[in-house]
């Protein structure tokens, strides 16, 4: 069975800083999501990731995925308030398709 | 292009009820997947339908099932409610079932 680790669960940063969003996936697939969620809210979808090697960039996030290493990180560049959210990857089992989710990574952006 | 509609948005029961909940897909979108979201267990595969057939079932117990129409509307019921099923239930729908899933509101069910 498909096993999606996040880390961290929590993250707490300063506006202005970096910061990467790991997630780590336990067998092969050949996507990955990554959704926004804010707080009471649904899901949003931010990327999709197809390929070994794919990158893709909205603004200040950037998510990449590496097949071989079973890792997508999802990079923060400079920092705002306005990101702050819960961030999940997800990820279709390969045997039944089903979605897997991680925990999630609750992002605290201080102003 | 309309969202993803989910009714009722909040929705309160008591333990032994029974309670249906709507999602509206996006128009031309034929696959439907629910989830089932609480603090402990996080976000939870329900099922998927896609073209009125089931395509695949979450590890949920036979009090949960869900039936999609020829609209693509699609519903899920919950029989003989417990506390543990208080959660924000959520509908996603995609153009097939591999594509990017865009999501609805959700339904925020308590059970008294």
């Known amino acids: 069975e498909l096993k999606v680790e996040q880390n961290p669960l929590f993250l707490s940063m300063q506006e202005g800083k970096n910061y990467t969003i790991y997630c780590n996936y336990s067998t092969t697939s050949d996507r990955l999501y990554w959704y926004r969620q804010d707080p009471g809210k649904s899901l949003e979808s931010l990327f999709v990731l197809l390929s070994n090697g794919a990158v893709k960039q909205e603004g200040r996030l950037m998510a990449s995925l590496d097949t071989k290493a079973r890792l997508s990180t999802l990079h923060i560049t400079a920092a705002v308030h306005d990101l702050s959210a819960t961030y999940f990857c997800a990820l279709p089992q390969a045997v039944d398709d089903k979605i897997i989710f991680g925990k999630g990574t609750r992002l605290h952006i201080l102003p | 292009k309309a969202g993803v509609t989910q009714t009722p948005r909040y929705l309160i029961k008591t333990r032994g009820q029974q309670v249906t909940l709507s999602c509206s897909p996006i128009?031309?979108?034929?696959?439907v997947s629910w989830y089932q979201q609480t603090p402990g267990q996080g976000l939870q595969f329900l099922f998927e339908?896609?073209?009125?057939?089931?395509?695949n079932k979450g590890n949920f117990p036979g009090r949960f099932s869900g039936r999609q129409f020829s609209n693509s509307r699609s519903e899920m019921n919950v029989s003989t409610l417990e506390l543990g099923d208080s959660a924000l239930y959520l509908c996603?729908?995609?153009?097939?079932?591999?594509?990017?899933?865009?999501f609805g509101p959700g339904t925020r069910l308590t059970v008294l």
């Open positions: 128009s031309g979108h034929r696959s």
């Open positions: 996603a729908s995609s153009l097939i079932g591999q594509s990017f899933q865009f």
């Open positions: 339908y896609f073209s009125e057939t089931q395509r």
